[in-house]
């Protein structure tokens, strides 16, 4: 399908351009056919060429990467970077090199910061910043409505013109039909991406954890499914009938797979996503009773899980996002009712989905690598790929490296990650973006030899 | 030798026929014209009650002065709590007393859980959110075995208000485990979805509930009518009600108190011989004693280096 | 089993017999109880209520205490089996002879003693011990002894009886590793 949107600008500080060799490594990018060892040579930030044997230009750096693997960098179309108003949780710098150490290249930042991103002060003083402190481009969404109140627009075409990434009240539905349908309309001028947190409030109520059998143990009210479900239906069609489009964020319920699925059958220009946490944890981590697994939409069972893997192998599910959502440690370390909901994710995100969905054989690399590219494409942005004439975005991973997660730290200033203290299998260990190195992995880096 | 008691979950059959067990003796110094033993003297016990209780906080403090141990009650209305001093914060204070065992009510599920993490002392639980009440179970387990001998085979139905009854979920638990059947029955709002996977049968009607051995009724609080899960009490009574004419005649009635007479309970069932509410109440201080007990005995710091030897050992056995 | 039998039935018997005809001589007059420390003291205790009851021709009150939650060391060690205690009768004005199997350190006696003060106040508590090991740590002595038996703090001495272990006997073992 022909991109929707024109590619909307992202921000980031200026680093020079490189010009670099990475010798030997396994390149892997489905989409441009590319899977064998080769070389990749990096000329003023953008790829000259693919080849073996490749020449090194003068004072290139030569990354020796026999047993690494190249890909194209991932893309992150939903992250909660704190900024402003919550700044000792997370902000734009220290967002940005948990991205980076995460193997993306580009992110998409949440608006429902303190104050809400629905003016265009906020926003432009945000991409001020940016071009300041962030370490890989980044884009900033707008709220849909004021305040993220979901009763008055924002305005919508100043945000897009000034350089609104997408439109969106994550955290919050947009609760009302008609509002939503207002939006919708307005997308054919504002001409940016609406992307949804789906939830009937009605039905999730106080809920903090999947309805189901071990919210019945354990005594807290839970989320049902159809929560998510019935607004996915109901807003794919209000979709259908403004010709609009929109996207789908955190997807966590077998029913929202179907609901995807049908309305994808019947023509409405939906996508969606799906986070790693999602991907590979269930209600039975929340059986702890740590606030740690607490987040929204919850953690739901093993079918759920099931049903979402398979959406993410069949293309259901267009692109992995982590809803990255920084906390403070000791707002974690309250009861799970009362805690916040989120966790963190970016640097963990390839780690989980390798170690727990591709080595045991339930996905392909290859599938894993083209869901984590694609998080940009909905919004207009280019899917980063491995092809001469492109700038270079471009991530190694060691696949065969083991590590404990949280152990080496984090480069978020948050800690509260749900796989915190699990062994896993794959490290990035370095991060081309826009041409420039925006991540090397510390230990490894001693290694790289420098022409 | 177990250090807290977070979760029915937590004890094995033995373990529960331990404390019963235990708690029979501590029935029998009740008895006595002095009630105390001096089992935990010179340790301290610390009372944390974030949520009004008398009942339940009146109990374990009379189960702490009759093992003749230090009591620290702290309630959360006029304390440091109150100004929003974090749960960790005040565990962390509290510590400071060096005491033997924490019993925290909470109205959040897993607070006891999180205590535990943050005290070197034995953690009970006693109310978190809508979780756990473990010694309300074991006190009416103790109480139906005083007055039944065993209770493999019973025929147990808890009725009422399932979904916020944190005292069904631990009764479920701990009847299962003594080898009772369990049915819970209440209004189709009131049970939570996949409830039976906790072991017991699930209905929506009293119908068969002439089969049980004991009903066990559940507090049906007014303010469930705000949240629609109940069109009225008077359905409510007409559905669930434990009146003269369902209480049949060998059943067994049981209640966690306080009881809402004309709700839950008619006013004659609740004083007839087959009610069994005062001698729940009664039972509360031995099994805490004996909760107490079980938990701090064994518990404590290594004996000094010229460690007396123990008493003579009774026999080989 | 490599322990030395000290004492087999037929002399466990005759010690019984003669604590008992003791107990009668020393107390001749006074209202006096029975009261066995568990496990093994209170068989014990009922025995020797027997045999005095017997000779005296008169009931003579019986009762057993656990001394559980009187022992000085319920912080350190886990605790064996607690099983409740039974004093039935009014303890006040009473001569009580306290039944133990055998005696060492004297702590649990100490424990039994203060047990007994929690039912009531006894006109006075004597001992009767069917073994005396040695190796006091309190200033506890035995009114009645069955037998002297001086002991290495590595041995250990076994009074079993007839309705818990079989038989009847007292010997010495060297200490198991726990």
């Known amino acids: 399908?022909?991109?929707?949107?024109?590619?909307?600008?992202?921000?980031?500080?200026?680093?020079?351009?490189?010009?670099?060799?990475?010798?030997?490594?396994?390149?892997?990018?489905?989409?441009?056919?590319?899977?064998?060892?080769?070389?990749?040579?990096?000329?003023?930030?953008?790829?000259?060429?693919?080849?073996?044997?490749?020449?090194?230009?003068?004072?290139?750096?030569?990354?020796?990467?026999?047993?690494?693997?190249?890909?194209?960098?991932?893309?992150?179309?939903?992250?909660?970077?704190?900024?402003?108003?919550?700044?000792?949780?997370?902000?734009?710098?220290?967002?940005?090199?948990?991205?980076?150490?995460?193997?993306?290249?580009?992110?998409?930042?949440?608006?429902?910061?303190?104050?809400?991103?629905?003016?265009?002060?906020?926003?432009?003083?945000?991409?001020?910043?940016?071009?300041?402190?962030?370490?890989?481009?980044?884009?900033?969404?707008?709220?849909?409505?004021?305040?993220?109140?979901?009763?008055?627009?924002?305005?919508?075409?100043?945000?897009?013109?000034?350089?609104?990434?997408?439109?969106?009240?994550?955290?919050?539905?947009?609760?009302?039909?008609?509002?939503?349908?207002?939006?919708?309309?307005?997308?054919?001028?504002?001409?940016?991406?609406?992307?949804?947190?789906?939830?009937?409030?009605?039905?999730?109520?106080?809920?903090?954890?999947?309805?189901?059998?071990?919210?019945?143990?354990?005594?807290?009210?839970?989320?049902?499914?159809?929560?998510?479900?019935?607004?996915?239906?109901?807003?794919?069609?209000?979709?259908?009938?403004?010709?609009?489009?929109?996207?789908?964020?955190?997807?966590?319920?077998?029913?929202?797979?179907?609901?995807?699925?049908?309305?994808?059958?019947?023509?409405?220009?939906?996508?969606?996503?799906?986070?790693?946490?999602?991907?590979?944890?269930?209600?039975?981590?929340?059986?702890?009773?740590?606030?740690?697994?607490?987040?929204?939409?919850?953690?739901?069972?093993?079918?759920?899980?099931?049903?979402?893997?398979?959406?993410?192998?069949?293309?259901?599910?267009?692109?992995?996002?982590?809803?990255?959502?920084?906390?403070?440690?000791?707002?974690?370390?309250?009861?799970?009712?009362?805690?916040?909901?989120?966790?963190?994710?970016?640097?963990?995100?390839?780690?989980?989905?390798h170690t727990d969905l591709v080595e045991p054989g339930v996905l392909d690399l290859g599938t894993v690598v083209e869901r984590m590219t694609a998080g940009g494409a909905p919004f207009g942005l280019p899917v980063p790929t491995l092809a001469a004439g492109q700038p270079a975005n471009v991530t190694l991973l060691d696949l065969a490296a083991t590590w404990q997660v949280g152990e080496p730290g984090y480069e978020s200033r948050s800690a509260n990650c749900a796989f915190d203290g699990r062994r896993m299998t794959g490290r990035v260990r370095m991060t081309i973006a826009a041409g420039a190195v925006a991540y090397r992995e510390r230990s490894w880096a001693i290694g790289a030899v420098p022409a | 030798m177990r250090k807290n008691l977070i979760s029915i979950d937590d004890l094995t059959r033995a373990d529960i026929d331990r404390i019963l067990a235990l708690a029979a003796s501590f029935a029998e110094v009740s008895g006595r014209e002095i009630k105390k033993v001096p089992t935990l003297r010179g340790r301290t016990v610390i009372n944390l009650f974030y949520e009004a209780s008398t009942r339940t906080s009146s109990s374990f403090e009379l189960a702490a002065k009759r093992l003749s141990a230090d009591l620290v009650s702290v309630k959360s209305v006029g304390s440091s709590v109150d100004k929003g001093e974090s749960l960790k914060d005040t565990v962390l204070t509290l510590s400071a007393y060096d005491p033997a065992a924490v019993v925290i009510r909470s109205p959040h599920a897993g607070a006891a859980g999180l205590v535990a993490r943050w005290t070197t002392a034995s953690v009970i639980n006693a109310g978190d959110g809508k979780h756990e009440h473990p010694t309300q179970a074991l006190l009416d387990v103790y109480t139906l075995w005083r007055r039944l001998g065993t209770l493999d085979g019973l025929n147990l139905w808890i009725v009422g208000d399932v979904l916020h009854s944190r005292v069904a979920r631990s009764c479920v638990l701990a009847f299962t485990r003594m080898g009772a059947e369990v049915t819970v029955c209440g209004p189709p709002t009131l049970i939570p979805r996949e409830f039976e996977q906790l072991g017991c049968r699930v209905a929506y009607s009293l119908d068969d509930a002439g089969e049980a051995d004991v009903l066990y009724a559940l507090r049906m609080q007014r303010e469930r009518m705000a949240g629609a899960y109940v069109p009225s009490l008077r359905e409510y009574a007409a559905n669930y009600q434990i009146d003269g004419r369902r209480l049949g005649a060998g059943q067994l009635l049981m209640h966690p108190g306080p009881v809402n007479r004309g709700v839950e309970l008619a006013s004659e069932v609740i004083d007839s011989p087959q009610a069994l509410i005062t001698q729940q109440v009664e039972s509360g201080v031995v099994v805490r004693m004996a909760v107490l007990y079980e938990l701090l005995a064994g518990s404590g710091a290594p004996a000094p280096a010229d460690a007396e030897p123990a008493p003579a050992p009774i026999g080989a056995a | 089993m490599n322990d030395n039998v000290v004492l087999d039935a037929e002399d466990m018997r005759r010690t019984l017999v003669r604590i008992s005809h003791e107990i009668v001589e020393k107390t001749g007059g006074s209202r006096l109880a029975v009261v066995g420390i568990h496990r093994r003291g209170a068989v014990l205790a009922q025995r020797v209520r027997d045999l005095v009851a017997d000779l005296v021709g008169e009931p003579i009150p019986l009762g057993d205490i656990d001394i559980s939650f009187y022992r000085d060391d319920v912080a350190i060690r886990s605790q064996p089996t607690v099983h409740a205690s039974h004093i039935e009768f009014p303890v006040d004005g009473m001569t009580i002879v306290l039944v133990d199997d055998v005696l060492y350190t004297g702590r649990t006696v100490r424990a039994a003693i203060d047990a007994l003060f929690d039912y009531g106040r006894p006109a006075r508590i004597q001992l009767a011990v069917v073994a005396d090991r040695g190796h006091r740590e309190l200033p506890i002595r035995p009114d009645y002894v069955g037998k002297n038996l001086p002991t290495a703090a590595s041995e250990r001495v076994f009074v079993r009886v007839t309705e818990l272990d079989g038989v009847d006997e007292v010997t010495i073992g060297e200490r198991m590793a726990a």
């Open chain 1, 1 to 353: 399908m022909p991109p929707r949107f024109d590619a909307p600008p992202l921000d980031c500080a200026s680093h020079p351009p490189v010009d670099l060799v990475i010798r030997g490594a396994r390149l892997l990018d489905p989409r441009a056919g590319l899977d064998g060892v080769a070389d990749i040579v990096i000329r003023g930030g953008e790829i000259a060429e693919i080849t073996e044997g490749a020449n090194a230009p003068d004072g290139a750096e030569v990354v020796d990467a026999g047993d690494l693997t190249a890909v194209p960098a991932f893309v992150d179309p939903h992250v909660h970077l704190r900024t402003p108003g919550r700044e000792d949780e997370e902000d734009i710098d220290s967002g940005t090199r948990a991205a980076a150490a995460g193997g993306f290249c580009a992110i998409l930042a949440q608006p429902n910061t303190d104050p809400v991103v629905d003016n265009a002060s906020i926003l432009a003083a945000l991409r001020e910043r940016a071009r300041r402190e962030a370490r890989i481009p980044t884009g900033f969404m707008a709220a849909v409505t004021v305040g993220q109140d979901g009763e008055a627009l924002t305005e919508m075409a100043e945000l897009a013109d000034l350089g609104a990434a997408g439109f969106t009240d994550d955290g919050r539905p947009v609760a009302r039909a008609g509002i939503l349908r207002q939006a919708l309309q307005y997308q054919k001028l504002a001409g940016r991406l609406i992307a949804l947190h789906e939830e009937d409030p009605s039905l999730s109520g106080h809920g903090v954890m999947h309805e189901g059998a071990v919210a019945a143990l354990l005594g807290m009210a839970g989320i049902p499914s159809i929560s998510e479900s019935t607004m996915i239906a109901r807003d794919a069609q209000i979709a259908l009938y403004e010709d609009a489009a929109i996207h789908i964020q955190h997807l966590s319920a077998r029913e929202s797979v179907e609901a995807i699925e049908r309305a994808k059958d019947a023509g409405v220009a939906i996508t969606c996503e799906a986070s790693p946490h999602h991907l590979c944890l269930t209600d039975e981590a929340v059986r702890s009773l740590d606030a740690g697994f607490k987040m929204n939409p919850p953690l739901r069972s093993a079918d759920d899980r099931q049903a979402l893997v398979d959406g993410l192998r069949s293309g259901a599910i267009d692109c992995v996002a982590t809803d990255h959502a920084p906390h403070a440690r000791e707002e974690k370390e309250q009861p799970f009712e009362v805690a916040p909901m989120g966790v963190t994710g970016l640097e963990t995100s390839f780690a989980a989905l």
